[in-house]
């Protein structure tokens, strides 16, 4: 069992960057997958990046590469999405998903655990 709480979240203006945490509390984080996916209103919950428990070749949305960059501290058990170059698009709740094990997979059935979510909003 892992607990996931997200923060980090805010208003932002177009153009400005963001950097969310997500620190994860129960069985060792190093051997998780970690995810952050998004939910804008009206709209379904959508993949954004995942990094594996080893931390090769984390996995991005085409609509936020080059933009966004996720990474994991596991001494402190958190992982992080640094967002950049924000636009009105991004606004959405964010949330964080985690996976014993397994790859950075995009897919929501991959993950078992997750956070409450945070806001972003991104003003034009």
Not at 24 to 50: C, D, H, I, L, N
Not at 71 to 97: F, I, P, W
Request: net charge positive.
């Amino acid at each position: 069992q892992v607990q996931l709480v997200e923060s980090g979240g805010g208003l932002v203006q177009a153009g400005g960057s963001l950097r969310l945490s997500c620190a994860a509390s129960g069985r060792t984080f190093s051997t998780y997958t970690m995810a952050w996916f998004r939910q804008a209103p009206g709209k379904e919950r959508e993949f954004v990046a995942a990094i594996s428990w080893s931390s090769v070749n984390p996995n991005y949305a085409d609509s936020v590469k080059g933009r966004f960059t996720i990474s994991r501290d596991n001494a402190k058990s958190t992982v992080h999405l640094q967002m950049n170059s924000l636009s009105s698009e991004d606004t959405a709740v964010y949330y964080c998903a985690a996976t014993l094990w397994g790859t950075a997979s995009s897919y929501e059935r991959s993950y078992g655990y997750w956070g409450q979510g945070t806001q972003v909003t991104v003003s034009s």
